[in-house]
């Protein structure tokens, strides 16, 4: 019984592996911290995004910046996702996006509306 239990727990985990296997370059990219200035388009308003280079490490970095002169903190970004979240207090505005190269897209929330905004350098 305990051999049939482990060939079929071993079948298990055979297929779920097949099924889930991606070679290592389909996985995200990782993205470095994307420190500096970036031109900034969040629904039609323009103007500079600032992130302050910071501490980080691969799960996440906090990090401090300005959008439109205001200050935003604290700066979460996700080096294996490109993930980056940040927080405008003066506007109460969420903001949420992804890195890739040179390029941000996400979105925002401004109260209760979720609008896009982009950034590049």
């Given amino acids: 019984m305990k051999k049939q239990l482990f060939l079929v727990l071993a079948a298990v985990l055979a297929i779920f592996s097949i099924l889930t296997w ?5 996985e ?9 200035d970036w031109q900034v388009d969040a629904n039609n308003f323009k103007g500079v995004l600032h992130f302050a280079p910071g501490f980080s ?18 700066i979460t970004f ?6 980056i979240r940040f927080f405008r207090p003066k506007a109460g505005q ?3 996006g992804k890195v890739d190269g040179n390029q941000i897209t996400g979105t925002f929330s401004h109260q ?3 609008y896009n905004w982009r950034a590049w350098r």
Avoid at 28 to 36: E, I, L, R, T
């Fill in 57 to 74: 490490h691969e799960a996440a970095a906090m990090h401090y910046g300005t959008i439109f002169g205001d200050r935003i903190t604290p």
């Fill in 94 to 96: 969420e903001y949420v």
């Fill in 22 to 26: 991606q070679p290592l370059n389909a």
């Fill in 112 to 114: 209760g509306k979720i």
């Fill in 28 to 36: 995200a990219k990782s993205q470095k911290f994307p420190a500096g």
């Fill in 78 to 83: 996700k080096h294996s996702t490109g993930e």
